[in-house]
């Protein structure tokens, strides 16, 4: 189980020992993804690893600490009606996001994606998108 | 081997419901399992077929007369600003897939334009023609569908390459190439072609694919009417001209699609029947994924000859990972299987049914190959040097000033004793002596980072070269580097023309 989640954290309460501390507290884990530091706030795109009750409960922790937490729901979307099955995507794909079925479909697993945007790029017909941002 | 059948007989039993037909991967497995022999006698039609980008597609388009006339022959023809083709008579015209909108660029192109047309969109025309007394029309311009043509009619000059090379990146960025993005450092490998599913593989000495071969052609029939552009059988790199009536296909198997930063290109679902008119070719349609070998190149080198990476074959390149050296790197093919399998079984099941029947060629396709890089005739920098003034670094610039004066130059190629280039002096190397108190060549020379022409270079290559760097003349040096004269700008503007 992983949910999806972006952090903004104004300048003035974050240390780059405060996301660490939280995991540490909490005992989940938490993996990011992206940070974005401009001068007002730190953006942070991550992954909560754990189950529904336990991802709120560090939700919760981020919140107190100062941060806006917004969850997302799936931010990549792949359209398999439009996919020709090229595999294009397969070999750009730094994780095991991207695999062949046994049909030589192609099958997308969001779980494992890092956000590189490889594919989103890549797709010769645009059969993948990022929703987010 | 004598022939156990012939096409008259095939459409008999496909007449009757009693033809039997395999697809290529079912073959496959027929012939590994009881010879090319039984097979032969078993199977009338193998069904083989790609779906992958065809790049070098397009279609002629007939729009009918207006009323008053317009000559867009000529003139310019924009289809949802796309540029096509305006060098024929007065309503027709030719869409390319890779033409790029004027407005969209990358994101839209003749391979787009294509497939909105199969898929009953309706398509933006702009024409401007020439007026002439019986064409009095400047410019028309308004929506059509492909239901308002009179004829639109694909033809592909080169259809179902038989074998690419395979690709990879050894260098340390990213580079887009027509086999897509190659991420550094040999991070991934991508080669297009079905492999063994693909017509010619199963066909290589054109025994059976001849000029008149109907096909399946992206959901519609389609005829193979000549060698493609770029053949060369002999190399196993066979490759066809197919037509087929664009009114006639289906989206699902014709797909405008774009490369990233590369161009834009047509997927195109293709299958061919192949009549199993004897042993022999039954034994063709038994190649295996393991029996075709393929090349894997750097393509980090920009020039035609590319370093040979790796030698293996389609069946590692189909596994999905490649062993470079000591890494496993993903690799994916552009060619679609999924599509491919479906274009083979959707071939089998129309044959089958007795909507698609089988053609005996008019003419066999020639073995002779033709493939020659282009040849281009330029004038390269050593067509315009001069000759060269030298001196030697340690020359004193006294004796250089005289030099200057007796030549009548302001540009000194300074060289060792073996003709290599080590710097250049320049009259304003020479003024800046008074400040800097120099004595010889080498106190003032510019001796970093000199910018060289090669003998066979274009002069454009040269001329960039001046402008880019604002440089008063380069020498031109032969391979070992040794120089032969110097190209000047003012002997380029005028010599060149
Ligand atoms: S690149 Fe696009 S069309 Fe090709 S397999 Fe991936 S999602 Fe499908
Ligand atoms: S965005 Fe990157 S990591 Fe995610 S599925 Fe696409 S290629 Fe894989």
């Known amino acids: 189980m992983s949910k999806r989640v972006l952090v903004f954290f104004p300048s003035k309460e974050y240390t780059e020992s405060l996301v660490p501390e939280i995991v540490l507290k909490s005992g989940t884990i938490f993996n990011t993804i992206k940070t974005e530091v401009t001068p007002t706030q730190v953006k942070i795109m991550g992954e909560i690893k754990a189950n529904e009750e336990k991802a709120q409960e560090f939700i919760r922790i981020l919140k107190r600490r100062g941060a806006v937490v917004k969850e997302l729901g799936l931010i990549m979307r792949f359209d398999p009606d439009k996919c020709v099955a090229c595999g294009m995507c397969v070999s750009l794909c730094p994780t095991d996001a991207i695999t062949f079925n046994k049909d030589f479909s192609v099958r997308y697993d969001f779980d494992e994606c890092v956000l590189c945007m490889n594919c989103v790029k890549n797709c010769p017909v645009k059969a993948v998108s990022y929703l987010g941002d | ?497």
């Open chain 2, 1 to 497: 081997m004598p022939d156990i059948r012939s096409i008259d007989d095939i459409n008999k039993r496909i007449r009757s419901g009693e033809v039997v037909v395999a697809t290529a991967l079912e073959m496959k497995e027929i012939v590994a399992e009881k010879g090319a022999e039984r097979a032969a006698k078993e199977v009338d039609v193998v069904t083989t077929g790609t779906f992958g980008m065809t790049t070098s597609s397009g279609a002629f388009l007939n729009f009918g007369h207006s009323d008053p006339q317009i000559k867009m022959g000529g003139g310019e023809v924009l289809l949802n600003d796309v540029p096509a083709y305006a060098g024929l008579s007065s309503v027709d015209t030719y869409i390319g897939a890779t033409q790029l909108s004027k407005v969209h660029k990358l994101e839209y192109g003749g391979a787009h334009v294509i497939e909105d047309l199969v898929s009953g969109k309706s398509i933006n025309l702009k024409a401007y023609g020439s007026a002439t007394q019986c064409h009095p029309i400047k410019e028309i311009g308004g929506e059509f569908t492909i239901g308002d043509l009179n004829q639109a009619i694909m033809v592909n000059p080169r259809s179902f390459y038989q074998r690419y090379n395979a690709a990879t990146n050894s260098s340390d960025a990213p580079i887009c190439t027509y086999l897509g993005t190659l991420l550094p450092n040999f991070g991934n490998v991508s080669y297009f072609s079905a492999g063994s599913i693909s017509p010619l593989y199963n066909d290589p000495t054109f025994e059976t694919i001849g000029i008149g071969t109907r096909i399946f052609l992206a959901g519609g029939i389609g005829y193979v009417i000549g060698e493609g552009t770029l053949h060369n059988p002999k190399a196993m790199c066979g490759s066809l001209m197919v037509k087929g009536d664009l009114k006639k296909m289906k989206q699902r198997y014709l797909r405008g699609a774009t490369i990233a930063n590369y161009g834009t290109t047509l997927f195109i679902g293709a299958g061919v029947p192949i009549p199993v008119l004897n042993s022999t070719i039954a034994k063709n349609c038994g190649v295996r994924d393991d029996d075709i070998k393929v090349n894997i190149y750097d393509y980090h080198i920009p020039t035609r000859v590319k370093p040979l990476v790796k030698k293996t074959t389609y069946k590692e390149l189909r596994s999905g990972k490649v062993v470079i050296g000591d890494r496993t790197v993903k690799a994916s093919g552009l060619s679609s299987m999924k599509m491919a399998v479906e274009v083979i079984e959707k071939l089998k099941g129309m044959i089958e049914e007795g909507e698609f029947f089988l053609t005996k060629p008019v003419e066999r396709i020639t073995m002779e190959s033709m493939m020659r890089p282009m040849k281009l005739v330029y004038v390269k920098a050593s067509d315009v040097m001069s000759a060269p003034v030298t001196c030697s670094a340690d020359d004193s610039l006294k004796d250089v000033e005289r030099l200057m004066l007796e030549k009548k130059t302001g540009y000194f190629v300074v060289i060792d004793k073996q003709r290599h280039v080590q710097g250049v002096l320049t009259s304003w190397d020479i003024a800046k002596s008074i400040v800097t108190n120099g004595t010889k060549v080498k106190d003032v020379m510019t001796s970093q980072n000199i910018k060289t022409s090669r003998k066979d270079e274009p002069v454009e290559v040269s001329m960039r070269k001046l402008e880019q760097y604002r440089l008063r003349g380069l020498p031109v040096v032969d391979d070992e580097g040794k120089v032969l004269g110097v190209v000047r700008m003012q002997d380029l503007k005028h010599k060149v023309k």
